[in-house]
């Protein structure tokens, strides 16, 4: 389906810049950056050059006008680099600044944002920590108002970007416990007391970094709170709705290339005679993986239509992200079980796919958490 | 200055090709189009002019309603305006018809300079830019790999065989540009949303006034046919003396490439 009541030309023309971009800048080095478990600092200026960091933010802080849709016919096509690492290390921005953009006042929106679309500075989003993932509302990091500053101490963990991250926006407790007491503080990593305590080695996402933050005595002048004191939680909420769609719109993108890698191999690798497409059972595992692809697909374009026409649809989101998530994992299962011993193999793609794709039932909040949050909502 | 681009809307050689039943012509159901990549440079070039001294730049192509898609692409990379030249009788031109309508589509813009690609890739033909200067008689400079405006003079540097020569050129001229000439820029989606509002005019080949003749085929295409994969291999043993030989004579009497 063609889905022209989402897409029209502009995100067509968007989608060829990025394919462009891709081919020259990312695919040649990609297998490298995969091997290294990093890509170059320069590739946020590129891409931020080329109009991709900025895309959906205010022009006025350095960002590029866009709807919804051009933002996800954008992460459709990064995810076709096969990547979904790259993806989430490139852009984790968009996960660190729309708390700052929404809540920030116009003076901390200057100071922190432009660096980051222009690619010169590495936001990175930090919520999770050791003892608190899923229950975001017990964090234990602690924020001390001292005069100008909070002393902050505690650590962060499994944060994207974080091993050179410019700045981490972060969920600190200033208050009681629970959620009423968690602000959130811009830590810039240059601040004394801030320190990245590991790199944490993963299954997938190895172009991505993902570090371990600890903050001992880190004093953060108090210009960096975004929004009031103690009332972070809404922000964090409010920011996993943007996170959660844009993974559902991962999930989908990277089942597709999945099965269209699947669907090729499958036309080109025989067995018995045959190419394996002969074989009825094949078939019907790709229609399987089509079918379920289109229907999330048509499921997210409808839930992002729902968020730029200014619905709040957050038992939707959470819907939409446990669907894709569920329809890429099997899909990315089936892709390598069609590739045989060779979509075990790290040459070929689907091998990469299945690693990459695993953590996004994960992250954002798990699918058992964003079933509790539909059962809420649903009002069981 | 009015600068005019001529770009081309080809298929993506990565596309998977097939041939219709006839013999005659492409499938094109399942093929991705864009600009052919060499107009992509001809269109930065331009550009890169027009923020350097001011012009207007016009791309101008041929083809069906569909051309404008990679018209837009050269908008937005920052070309001002758009002519396509479109309508019954341009699908069944030959470089020749082809080269005379862009040269008219060319002389009703007043372009003083005409950059395009070297060639386009999909049918390689290396003609319509050459016959556009001929017919408009203008001074012309293919494979070009470097390009200043000194004045009215174009100063451009040639590839050849092995090394490059420089060019002096008196405007007007056609130039065909070589793809190290340059990095087209990645349109960026304000500018996307740009083009969507500048302007592309639509001219038929009766506008532009052209003869039958003009129109008239220059060469006859017989039939069209996939390149040949013929895979085979020989596993040549010996000392490397014998070897070698034995690989040479394989190559010009065997596989009749040497
Ligand atoms: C590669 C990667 C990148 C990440 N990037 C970031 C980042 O940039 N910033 C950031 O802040 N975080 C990031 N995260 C952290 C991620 O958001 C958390 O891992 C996730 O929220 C889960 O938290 P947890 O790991 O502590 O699991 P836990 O909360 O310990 O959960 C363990 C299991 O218990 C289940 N569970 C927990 N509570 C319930 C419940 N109430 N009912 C039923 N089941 C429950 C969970 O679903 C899960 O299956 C990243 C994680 C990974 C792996």
Redesign the interface.
Known sequence: MRYGEYFN??H???R??AR??IESEIAPYLADWEDAELFPRELYAKAAA??FLG?GYP?EYGG???DIF?RIAMTEEFIRTGSIGLVAGLFSLNIAIPPILAMGTPEQKRRFIPPVLAGEKIAALGITEPNAGSDVANIETRAVRDGGDYVVNGAKTFITSGCRADFVTAAVRTGGPGFEGISLLVIESGTPGFRVAGKIRKMGWNASDTAELVFEDCRVPAANLIGAENQGFMAVMQNFQDERISMAVMAHAAAELAYETALKYTEERSAFNRPIRAFQVTRHKLVDMATKIEAAKAFNYKVAASIAAGEYPVAEVSMAKNFACEVCDKVAYDAVQLHGGYGYAREYLVERIYRDTRILSLGGGTTEIMKEIIAKYLQY | MKIAVLIKRVPDTASVFAINPDQKSVATDKLKF?MSPYDEHAVEEAIKLKEANGADVVVVSLGPDSAK?VM??AL?MGADEGLLVTGAGTDSLTSKGVAEALAAAVKSIGAELVFAGKQAVDDDASQVAERVAELLEMAHASVVTKFELNGGTAVVNREIEGGSYTLELPLPAVITIEKGINTPR????????K??KKPIAEKSLADLGLSAEALAPGVVLESLSLPRQNRRNHIIDGDTPARVNELIRLLKEEEKAL
């Open positions: 030309e502009t067509e023309q968007m060829r810049s462009k971009f080329a109009g895309l022009e590029l006008e866009a051009h | 864009v898609e837009r692409t937005a990645y349109p960026t989606l304000p500018n996307i949303m083009a969507k």
